[in-house]
């Protein structure tokens, strides 16, 4: 039997995803695109075959015949909207983050721990990228020694439009607040935050330049610049004691002319993490069939996490200080990496 999926949000995200499942997740069916605008919903819809358009998504989210749900709409809607998905019993995929407040990750962490059962995978597809995988694999099989240092950049062509305030720290860096987490298998003890005194750093999308620590001893830098003006490009590399491995973006092919060798750059994440995308939403495929959750995929935890260190960041920021972190203990529904069968 095929599953029904709505996805809410008919933005770049919820294009992509809408497209991912109608055409790369044999056994999933699109069902339903949903979006404040009626128009951009019906023309999504009919761009990738789904069966019906709405504009109501806590009213998708409650349809008999959607099974399951991708949140894809703006940041803010995210907890609200895993929430409704929750009251409705359906598993969700949300798009990062969580939510820009611990607490209301906490509140959908709550929900979950007191029916005993995930049903949140969190949007975090760099876990399934297969370059941060093997950056994983070799830390975790011995073939760099133990880990030292991660050093991570994070550049987009141009600030999107809907950027405002810090969102360098609170929708970009997370992406590498949870990755350096899960590929360390740490928890971060303290993070400082600075700017270049050269860019204004009151624009939007003003370059940040942060530095963490971890309760294991190792530093972990993340370059975020929304306004890199030449490509999309995303660097990391991981420093062990006996070597180090570094992420290899996908390269298509590579253009000689004029005594120069080059290569194109995706204008944003999609081409980039495209494997990533498909094999996460893969997983959330058979997250609904079989009701055990991915092992590894981001939970709701995994959210709450990165959004306190969000939280951290922007103060240390604002305060221009270094500020500790001392995160709660893992709720029991989130130590085994596998969620109970519904
Ligand atoms: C955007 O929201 C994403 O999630 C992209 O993956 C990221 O690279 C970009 O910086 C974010 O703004």
């Not at 590498?176 to 999308?205: C, K, M, N, W």
């Not at 062990?240 to 570094?246: F, H, L, R, T, V």
């Not at 995308?277 to 893969?282: G, M, N, S």
Request: proline content about 5%; aromatic content about 6%; some cysteine.
């Amino acid at each position: 039997m095929s599953i029904r999926i709505a996805v809410i949000g008919a933005g770049i995200m919820g294009q992509d995803h809408a497209r991912i499942i109608a055409r790369e997740v044999p056994g999933a069916t699109l069902q339903l695109i949903c979006d404040p605008s009626p128009g951009r919903a019906r023309a999504v819809a009919d761009q990738f075959g789904a069966v019906d358009a709405s504009h109501d998504p806590l009213h998708a989210i409650a349809r008999a015949d959607v099974d399951a749900v991708i949140i894809a709409s703006p940041d803010d809607t995210h907890a609200s909207l895993a929430m409704a998905a929750i009251s409705a019993g359906k598993p969700a995929l949300c798009e990062k983050p969580l939510s820009q407040s611990p607490d209301e990750c906490l509140a959908v962490i709550d929900r979950e721990t007191s029916l005993g059962r995930q049903f949140i995978q969190l949007g975090f597809m760099r876990r399934f990228d297969p370059s941060y995988r093997e950056m994983k694999h070799a830390l975790d099989t011995g073939l760099i020694g133990r880990a030292v240092m991660m050093h991570n950049f994070h550049r987009n062509v141009e600030a999107p439009a809907n950027f405002s305030g810090q969102m360098a720290i609170s929708n970009s860096a997370p992406h590498e607040f949870d990755v350096a987490r899960h590929v360390l298998g740490t928890e971060y003890s303290a993070i400082a935050v600075f700017q270049p005194a050269r860019s204004s750093s009151t624009g939007v999308g003003a370059p940040v330049f942060m530095v963490l620590e971890t309760r294991d001893g190792h530093l972990v830098n993340i370059e975020v610049n929304n306004n890199a003006a030449y490509g999309y490009d995303v660097r990391g590399e991981l420093v062990g004691e006996q070597g180090s491995i570094e992420l290899a973006a996908p390269v298509q092919a590579r253009v000689n002319r004029h005594l120069h060798a080059g290569h194109r750059y995706a204008a944003d994440w999609r081409p980039r993490f495209a494997d990533a995308y498909r094999l996460q939403d893969q997983a959330f495929l058979e997250f609904v069939t079989t009701g055990v959750f991915p092992a590894q995929a981001a939970n709701a935890w995994d959210g709450y996490c990165a959004a306190s260190v969000a939280q951290a960041g922007i103060q240390a920021l604002n305060e221009g200080r270094r500020v500790t972190l001392h995160s709660l203990a893992t709720p029991a529904l989130y130590l085994s990496r596998q969620g109970a069968r519904p």
